[in-house]
Every structure is written in structure tokens, then in C-alpha cells.
């Protein structure tokens, strides 16, 4: 059987296995903690939970406390895969550029297996929850949603040499990413209701196991190996490995080192106020006044889907009449309305709409990674997206940190105040890519910086 050069179908399963296990694992821990402190049960009746909306009722402090040690124990979680998980985010990407791309999309893949697995049998044998920091080491140390984010743009980026098309290729990406969110979001709640924790966690462990074989026996390599490169395992195959990233600083010219780093600073600030919103939702729709179960919390997220089948439609049609600046702009003010609004959303319909101005929200990821992409050499692909997984591994589990914190912090005198911080925040990236254009920054300069002599 012929193999395909289709990344795609990897970003889609494995993105759906782990936004299927991500509700699943955050109420299993929500749960856990609820009977520990309630000794019993969570109990769901219609479309909302048990959770107590009377501040003089002393159940309503104890639930409180509930969120307040969910956060904090996502929190640990989250640091105690964070050093493995940066470190080989940056070498198995960067092991792409000479060795191929299949490596660090298989890898995570195996690590997403694990950590299903820890919660499985947490579930299965009522094993205490500090099991899950073993298993959240393992599938650190064998990379992680980051690694396989810049496995996949890397592989684009081998196949997409026409810059036109760079933009469109690495949104449609991006929204396979949130199209397969947003179906995992709609099965988790009815996942959980149909078959309990116990069976719904074999959902996302078979999809992981579908995707490590299509990646063994299906996908193709887009990088042939040499046999005169070194063996990955010597002292000059392992200095390899970090010497791209090193030569794309080091060697380009002042005017490159600039823009790559500006928008490396804009894509990570923008990262940051991002996904530390978007890990407080569940928890924020349990709460009162929201109280929504696993059905309705599915539903949410599955709204998510428009706005990244929103933000691809919106790159696809921009770029044919804007610069690449401004449809970041556009993006970062999708974002604002959307979050300011989520901050005071106090019923379930307001929470519903809040996906209505977050519909362009997705796309200053794409287009900066696109910009990024213009920005280099072909043979620097490998480098920079190495460089963003990296940053990336780091800034996503910083971000959950920090905000998961505030959050436990504020929780008790106002929940929304996470997402007004996320608001605030989103500005610096703005503030960024309007500085890139004020010293000159355009979209005909790329062709320049690119060719631009090596100082």
C-alpha cells in the first residue's frame, strides 16, 4: 500500500483524543476531589449539577474549596511534565530538520496513550490522584501537545513552498485543530453520562492507538535521512539537534534577528492570554451561577469549533485583500470582545454567545506562524518551528499555572476577573505587530530579509 503525505488526519485524531480526555480528566478530578470533601457524589438533575448558589449556606464555601483545590492540583500537574516536555519539544522537532518529521509526531502520540492510561486505571482501581504525576512525567518526557503542534507545521512547511499559500495551509491546520475540539467537546459530555469515567477514557486511548499506527505504516516521510549525517546518538548527531535553532540566531542579519524575535514575542504573548482563559472555562461553567454538567459543558466547547472554522474562512478571504498585521489585528479584537463578555456571562445563554465575537479569535496564531515562516530560509523551517514548540511547551504550561492560581485566588470575590486579566493582556501583542509595522515591517520585505546576507 502506497503511503500518503497527509498530516492532517494525525492533527485531527490526536487533537480529538486529548479535547475528548481533557473534560473527561479535568471532572474526573473535580469529582474525585467533590466526594472527598461532600463524601458523596455529584449529582446531575436536568441540564445542571448539585453545586450550592446560596453564599450563607456553608456547603457553598466547602465548593469553593472544591475549585479552589481542582485549580491547584491542575496546577502541579501541569509544572510536573513542564521541564521534560520543554526539553524534548526542542529536540524532537529540531530532529526533524535532518532526521524526518515522523519522530516527534509518534512520540506524543505514545505520550497521550500514557497519560489516558494513568487516568484509567486511577478510575478503574480508585487509585489516590497523585498517581496521575507519574504518568504526567512519562508523557513529558515523550513530548507532548507542543511537540506534535510543531511536527505538523513543520511537515506543512515542507510541503508548502509557495509563500501565497503558507497562510492557508497553516490555517486549515489550525482549524482542523479546533474543528476536532469542538467534536470531542459535544462526545465528552455524553461520553461521561453514557458510560461513566471508568469506560470513557478507552475513547481517546483507541483513537491514540489508531494514530500511532497511521503513523508508522501510512504517513510519509518529507525528509530523507542521509547516510553520511551523524547518528542522532553520537556527540555530533546530539549537537545537531540544537544547532539549527543556534545558526537561526546567531548568523541571520540584525534586521531578521528582529523580526523573528517580535514575532516570536507576539505569538507567545498572544499564546499566553489565550490558553490561560480558555483552561479556566470548565471550571467556570461548573460554578455557580453557570452549574452546567458534562452535557452542556460538551456543548460549549463544541461552539468553539465556529470560531476556528470562522478564523480559517477569515484568513482565507483577508489575505487575498489585507496585509498580514492587520488580520492579526482583527483576530486580537475578536478575542478582546469575546473575553470581556465571558467575564460577566451569568447565564447559560450569555456563556452560549460568548463564541459569537470570539469567532475571529483563532487567527492571529496562523498568520504569525505564517509570517514567521515567510521570515526564514526553507532550510530554516525545521529551526523555527522548533524554536516556537519550545516556547510554546513553555507558555502553555506557565499560562495554565498562572492563571489556574489567580483563579483559585479570585474565585471566592469574582470569577471573571481571569478573563478581564486575559483582555488586558492580549494588548501586548498588538502592541507588538503595530511596532513591526511602524520600523518597516511589510509583506514585500520578506523576500528580502530572506535573501539578506548571513552577518
Same mark, same amino acid.
Given at each position: 500500500m &502506497?503511503?500518503?503525505?497527509? !498530516?492532517? =488526519?494525525v492533527?485531527?485524531v490526536?487533537?480529538?483524543?486529548?479535547?475528548?480526555?481533557?473534560?473527561?480528566?479535568?471532572?474526573?478530578?473535580?469529582?474525585?476531589?467533590?466526594?472527598? %470533601?461532600?463524601?458523596?457524589?455529584?449529582?446531575?438533575?436536568?441540564?445542571t449539577?448539585?453545586?450550592?448558589?446560596?453564599?450563607?449556606n456553608?456547603?457553598?464555601?466547602?465548593?469553593? %474549596?472544591?475549585?479552589?483545590?481542582?485549580?491547584?492540583?491542575?496546577?502541579?500537574?501541569?509544572?510536573?511534565?513542564?521541564?521534560p516536555?520543554?526539553?524534548?519539544? *526542542?529536540?524532537? !522537532?529540531s530532529?526533524?530538520d535532518?532526521?524526518?518529521?515522523? @519522530?516527534?509526531?509518534? *512520540?506524543?502520540?505514545?505520550?497521550?496513550?500514557?497519560?489516558?492510561?494513568g487516568?484509567?486505571?486511577?478510575s478503574?482501581?480508585?487509585?489516590?490522584?497523585e498517581?496521575?504525576?507519574?504518568?504526567?512525567?512519562?508523557?513529558?518526557? $515523550?513530548?507532548?501537545?507542543?511537540?506534535?503542534?510543531?511536527?505538523?507545521?513543520?511537515?506543512?512547511?515542507?510541503?508548502?513552498?509557495?509563500?501565497?499559500?503558507?497562510?492557508?495551509?497553516?490555517?486549515? $491546520?489550525?482549524?482542523v485543530?479546533?474543528?476536532?475540539?469542538g467534536?470531542?467537546?459535544?462526545a465528552?459530555?455524553?461520553?461521561?453520562?453514557g458510560l461513566?469515567?471508568k469506560?470513557?477514557? #478507552?475513547? =481517546?486511548?483507541?483513537l491514540?492507538i489508531i494514530n500511532?499506527?497511521?503513523?508508522i505504516l501510512?504517513?510519509?516521510?518529507?525528509?530523507?535521512?542521509?547516510? +553520511?549525517?551523524?547518528?542522532?546518538?553520537?556527540?555530533?548527531?546530539? !549537537?545537531?539537534?540544537?544547532?539549527?535553532v543556534?545558526?537561526?540566531f546567531k548568523h541571520?542579519?540584525?534586521?531578521?534577528?528582529? #523580526?523573528?524575535s517580535?514575532? $516570536?514575542? @507576539?505569538?507567545?504573548s498572544?499564546?499566553?492570554?489565550?490558553i490561560?482563559?480558555i483552561?479556566? +472555562?470548565?471550571?467556570y %461553567?461548573?460554578?455557580?451561577? $453557570?452549574?452546567w454538567?458534562?452535557?452542556?459543558?460538551g456543548?460549549?466547547?463544541?461552539?468553539?469549533?465556529?470560531?476556528?472554522?470562522?478564523?480559517?474562512?477569515?484568513?482565507? +478571504?483577508?489575505?487575498?485583500c489585507?496585509?498580514d498585521?492587520?488580520?492579526?489585528f482583527?483576530?486580537?479584537a475578536?478575542?478582546?470582545?469575546?473575553?470581556?463578555?465571558?467575564?460577566? #456571562?451569568?447565564?447559560? !445563554?450569555?456563556?452560549?454567545?460568548v463564541?459569537?465575537p470570539?469567532?475571529?479569535?483563532?487567527?492571529p *496564531?496562523?498568520?504569525?506562524?505564517?509570517?514567521?515562516?515567510?521570515?526564514v530560509?526553507e532550510?530554516?523551517?525545521?529551526a523555527?518551528?522548533?524554536?516556537?514548540a519550545?516556547?510554546?511547551?513553555?507558555? &502553555?504550561s506557565?499560562?495554565?499555572?498562572? +492563571?489556574?492560581?489567580?483563579?483559585?485566588?479570585?474565585?471566592l470575590?469574582?470569577?471573571?476577573?481571569?478573563?478581564?486579566?486575559?483582555?488586558?493582556?492580549c494588548?501586548?501583542?498588538?502592541?507588538?505587530?503595530?511596532?513591526?509595522?511602524?520600523?518597516?515591517?511589510?509583506?514585500?520585505?520578506?523576500?528580502?530579509?530572506?535573501?539578506?546576507?548571513?552577518?
Open positions: &502506497g503511503k500518503l503525505r497527509l !498530516v492532517e =488526519p492533527m485531527a490526536y487533537c480529538f483524543a486529548s479535547f475528548v480526555g481533557l473534560p473527561l480528566m479535568q471532572q474526573y478530578v473535580y469529582h474525585k476531589l467533590w466526594e472527598e %470533601e461532600f463524601n458523596t457524589t455529584v449529582v446531575y438533575n436536568d441540564t449539577s448539585t453545586c450550592e448558589t446560596n453564599q450563607s456553608p456547603n457553598y464555601i466547602r465548593q469553593k %474549596e472544591v475549585q479552589r483545590r481542582a485549580s491547584i492540583f491542575s496546577t502541579t500537574l501541569d509544572l510536573s511534565s513542564l521541564i516536555s520543554l526539553l524534548m519539544a *526542542l529536540i524532537l !522537532v530532529y526533524g535532518q532526521h524526518g518529521r515522523k @519522530a516527534s509526531l509518534l *512520540l506524543p502520540s505514545i505520550g497521550g496513550l500514557v497519560t489516558i492510561a487516568y484509567s486505571a486511577a478503574f482501581f480508585d487509585l489516590p490522584l498517581i496521575l504525576y507519574l504518568s504526567a512525567v512519562i508523557s513529558g518526557f $515523550l513530548g507532548g501537545f507542543a511537540t506534535i503542534i510543531g511536527g505538523c507545521f513543520s511537515y506543512i512547511a515542507d510541503i508548502a513552498k509557495e509563500v501565497r499559500t503558507k497562510n492557508v495551509r497553516i490555517a486549515f $491546520l489550525d482549524m485543530l479546533g474543528v476536532s475540539s467534536f470531542a467537546g459535544i465528552s459530555g455524553y461520553t461521561i453520562r461513566g469515567f469506560w470513557s477514557f #478507552a475513547i =481517546p486511548a483507541s491514540h500511532i499506527l497511521y503513523i501510512i504517513l510519509e516521510e518529507t525528509v530523507e535521512r542521509s547516510e +553520511f549525517q551523524q547518528h542522532v546518538l553520537s556527540k555530533e548527531g546530539f !549537537v545537531e539537534l540544537f544547532s539549527g543556534y545558526r537561526l541571520s542579519s540584525c534586521k531578521k534577528r528582529v #523580526a523573528v517580535l514575532l $516570536l514575542f @507576539a505569538f507567545m498572544y499564546l499566553f492570554a489565550n490561560g482563559a483552561s479556566l +472555562f470548565t471550571l %461553567e461548573l460554578d455557580s451561577p $453557570l452549574c454538567d458534562p452535557v452542556l459543558i456543548w460549549g466547547s463544541s461552539l468553539s469549533t465556529l470560531c476556528f472554522v470562522g478564523s480559517f474562512l477569515g484568513v482565507f +478571504f483577508f489575505t487575498r489585507m496585509k498585521p492587520y488580520i492579526v482583527i483576530g486580537i475578536s478575542w478582546f470582545g469575546g473575553i470581556v463578555m465571558t467575564a460577566f #456571562a451569568k447565564t447559560t !445563554v450569555t456563556m452560549m454567545l463564541r459569537i470570539l469567532l475571529f479569535s483563532a487567527m *496564531l496562523p498568520v504569525l506562524r505564517s509570517m514567521m515562516s515567510k521570515v530560509l532550510t530554516e523551517q525545521g523555527l518551528f522548533a524554536c516556537i519550545c516556547l510554546e511547551s513553555v507558555t &502553555g506557565l499560562t495554565i499555572a498562572v +492563571f489556574s492560581g489567580i483563579y483559585a485566588s479570585t474565585v470575590w469574582f470569577p471573571g476577573f481571569s478573563f478581564l486579566l486575559s483582555a488586558l493582556l494588548l501586548i501583542p498588538f502592541g507588538v505587530v503595530w511596532l513591526l509595522l511602524c520600523i518597516g515591517y511589510q509583506e514585500r520585505d520578506h523576500v528580502l530579509l530572506v535573501n539578506e546576507e548571513e552577518s
